[in-house]
Each structure stands twice: as C-alpha cells, then as structure tokens.
C-alpha cells in the first residue's frame, strides 16, 4: 500500500511533462499492427470458408445446421448492447454524452479486434496450420471480453482521456483471455453469462485503477458530477436495451437446447425479480418516498448479473426470484452506503457506481453458481443432463458435483486476483504523465476532447449537485447547503 502511495506521487510530480502521447497516432499504430496480425494469423472457420459447402456434402449436413444460424440472433442483441446498451447507460453526466457514448464505441471497436487475436490463441488456433479460425462463436465471445473493459471504464468516466483507455483495454483485454482460460479451461468451471469472468473482473479491474489513479482536488468538476432531466432519460435508453437483452447475453454461449432455453429463463425471472425490489428499496430511504434515477438505471440490471454463472443450472424459477431480490436489496443499498463510504474513506472514485451493478452481483453470481453445482444431483438433472451441463467428459468425466462446486469457487477467486492485481498493475502504467488525461477542473466536461456545438456552450442549466452516481443524496444535500451558506456569509 505504501510503495503505491509513493508511486502515485511520484507521477503527480512529473505531471508537467510535454511529452504526451497523441490519439491520432495511437490509432493509426495499433490499426496497422491489427491489419499486419490479422493477415499474418485470422482466418475463416470451416462454417465460415467457401469450403462450407463440400464440407455439409461429406457430412450431409444442410445450410441451416450452420452455426451462423442457432448463433446470430444472440449475437445481434449482444451486440446491441455493447454499443447501444452500455453506452447510453453511461450518457448520465451533463456535460459528459459526447464522452460516455463516443469514447464506450472507440473502446468497442478497438477491443474487438485485439480479443479476437488473444481468445484465439488461447481457444482457436489451429496447430496444423498455426492460424485462428473464427466464426460466429468467436465475434460473441469477443464482445463478451470487450465487455469487461467497457465495465471498468464505467469507473473512470469522464476522468481518463482515450488514449489512457486504450491503454486501459489493450492491458484489460489481454488479462481477460489469460484469466478466462485459466477459469474455464484449466480449472474447469463454468460461466456461460460471464459472473466471474466478465463482471467480477471487469469491475474489480476498474475499481483498483480508479483506486490508483484518485484525484484528491476532483472536487474541482463537481459542478459538472450531475446529471440533467434528458441526460438521465438517455442514459435509461442503455438500461432499457441491457435490461431486455440480458437473456440473450447470459445464452449467448450456452449449449444448443435446454441448456440455452433455461439460461434466458432464469436470466428473465432474476432481472424481473430485481425491478420491483429496487423500487421498493429506493423508494424506502429516499426522503418523502420519492425514487431516485441512479437507482432505476443500474440496481435493476443487477439481477442479470448475478444470474451469468448459473444461468444454464437447474436454478429453479423461485430460485432465480429470490437471487434477483438480494441483488435488488444489495445492489441499491450499495448506491446508498457503499460509494459514498468508498470514495470517502477508500479513495476509490466510481463514477458510474460500478461495484454496486457488476462487482458485488458478480460475486453473488459466483457464489449462487457454486453453490447450485455443489447441490447439484441425478435427480434433479438426470445422467446426461449432469455430463451435458457440467461438461463431465474427457479428463474431467470421473468430476462429482461437490468437485465442480469447489471448482467454481476457485474460479472466482482467480477472477478476483486478475481484476484487483491487473488494476494495480496497470493503473500505476495509466498514472504514467505522458497519456494526456484531464486535469481535475476539467474532468467531466466534452469540451476537453470533443467538438461542442456552441448552443450547447451558452449555458449549462443549474443541477442539484446531489444528482451523481457518486454520492449520497442526503449527504450531499447537507454539503450544498453548508456551501451555500458559506457564500452567504462571504
């Protein structure tokens, strides 16, 4: 703790720097690295080759039991929300759209193309030949590890520049292939909705840079740390995508069958469940009864998280209810308790309130998923349905339930050590003062990065400056009229 200390100040010493490194630049290195990559190893899988057709001749397939057709509607909605979903959840801030959504498609893209490469060395390479061969499957799975970093720039918005966040998922992508293999091929745990993998990591990995990388005068920006009435109707937009998508993401991946059909029911029941237990929450300890926005757009997609590991089990429907109540209670009382305590007394600045929607419904996820493998029995399944779910075949076909049990819990500890040590690792690589970050007056304003069309810039609408994910709203409620008397009395 103390040697990291150190380095962080070590940096804010040498932030005067001139040197810095430019996005244009940045952009056209790493197309062209993609570009040399792609031509030295990607090419098409045979579902995807012109070769397709003889290959269904010698099997006697027909066109429709191409992959590309039980797979593509998944891959739509997942799609969807990566661009649309998170990126419109995060367009809350006033003066931070341009940002939030722009900046969440430049990830995206950027992402793609490098966890395409990296998940296929880990998954898809074809030793015969030494190339990778992609399909449909494997465009899913890269917005799945695209996802993580998305969540992890949930916790530094509007205080990174790109290329910090380029920087950010070149690093975020790679631990998230490594760790992945680790989770589901080497330790054999199974995580079709992406708990432990995707929302565990993603969110630890963002909290521990944002940890390394707090700025003690960001009350600089606060008067820009709001949101305005239509900024929070847009960022419901990308909660209302995530929340009607989240059972094609938790099946995206899932076995072709039951498996995929039982995964979209449980997610379904366990987002529902969440909705109604977040209103009731919020409603409770806002004042007068009223409910707060923060809460709608991101407690209420709690339940989907939580529902990624075990989304295939035989979680049972008063079951996936009851998992999507506890992420309803936990997730909101986070917004409340935790990230004001956590800014406060952790130094952790989570802007878009990240541990409350990903880390701790994630964890939960982890913990249900290792649970229901654990308890997980002949009867309830049936032989071939426990061989199918679990994936007992091969080196692991002598694997007992309570085994796979154990089996996931140690998964999500991997998932854990990834995203706090990467976090560390990498955020003291971001405080690096050649990455041309804001300074902290000028955090959470577009006009640092972006083009702003000038009826935008005559006057910015006064906003109670409880309005952020970041804060207590009764707290802050008490310091804008502290603030607001001492003004009085200058």
């Known amino acids: 703790m103390g040697a990291c200390q150190s380095f962080r100040e070590m940096c804010d010493r040498e932030k005067d720097t001139n040197v810095r490194l430019s996005l244009p630049a940045v952009c056209v290195v790493w197309q062209t690295a993609m570009i040399i990559l792609f031509g030295v190893f ?10 397709w057709v003889e290959h269904r001749k010698h099997l006697n397939l027909t066109d429709i039991e191409n992959d590309f057709y039980f797979r ?11 661009f649309v979903g998170f990126g419109f959840l995060m367009t809350f801030l006033k003066r931070y ?49 695209v996802a993580g970093c998305l969540i992890a720039y949930g916790a ?55 940890w390394m990388l707090y700025r003690p005068n960001l009350h600089q920006s606060s008067r820009l740390q709001g949101s305005v009435y239509h900024s929070d109707v847009f960022a419901m937009i990308g909660t209302l995508f995530l929340w009607m998508f989240w059972p094609s993401f938790n099946s995206a991946i899932c076995d072709h069958g039951d498996g995929q059909h039982r995964a979209a029911i449980n997610t379904y029941l366990c987002l529902a469940s969440t909705v109604l237990t977040t209103v009731a929450i919020s409603s409770l300890f806002q004042k007068h009864g009223k409910l707060d926005m923060v809460h709608i757009q991101n407690s209420t997609l709690a339940g989907g ?30 917004y409340i308790f935790l990230t004001p305590f956590m800014e406060k007394r952790l130094k952790i600045q989570d802007t878009c309130g990240i541990h409350n929607l990903h880390a701790m419904p994630g964890v939960i996820g982890g913990i249900v998923g290792a649970v229901t493998a654990a308890s997980a029995s002949v009867e309830v399944y049936g032989h071939e349905g426990l061989v199918n779910t679990f994936d007992f075949e091969g080196k692991f076909k002598d694997m007992v339930p309570t085994t796979q049990g154990g089996h996931q819990a140690a998964g999500l500890c991997v998932a854990l050590c990834f995203g706090i040590g990467g976090g560390i690792i990498v955020g ?16 959470f304003d577009d006009e640092t990065y972006w083009e702003v069309p000038e009826e935008e810039e005559e006057g910015i609408p006064t906003v109670l400056q409880y309005n952020n994910h970041m804060r207590n709203k009764d707290i802050a409620e008490s310091n804008f009229t502290m603030e607001s008397e001492s003004r009085a009395r200058s």
């Open 428 to 443: 003291a690589i971001l405080r690096l003062p050649i990455w041309g970050d804001p300074a902290d007056d000028d955090c």
């Open 97 to 145: 759209s341009f940002g939030g959504v722009g900046f969440n498609f430049l990830i995206a893209a950027f992402g793609i193309q490098w966890a395409l490469l990296m998940q296929g060395w880990f998954h898809s390479l074809d030793y015969t030949d030494g190339k990778i061969k992609i399909g449909i499957e494997n465009l899913i799975n890269a917005d799945f590890c």
């Open 42 to 51: 990607i090419r098409y899988d045979h579902e995807s080759d012109a070769h």
């Open 156 to 210: 530094l918005l509007g205080k990174v520049s790109p290329v910090q966040l380029m920087v950010l998922t070149l690093f975020g992508i790679t631990l998230f292939a490594v760790e992945e293999f680790i989770i589901l091929s080497l330790i054999h745990a199974r995580d079709a909705g992406g708990s432990m993998v995707i929302h565990t990591f993603g969110a630890y990995y963002g909290l521990s840079i944002s």
């Open 72 to 82: 593509y509607p998944s891959f739509q909605d997942v799609h969807v929300m990566i």
């Open 305 to 334: 998280v939580a529902a990624g590991t075990a989304a295939e089990f035989m979680l049972m429907p008063y079951g996936c209810l009851i998992v999507g109540f506890c992420c309803g209670v936990i997730s909101t009382l986070g």
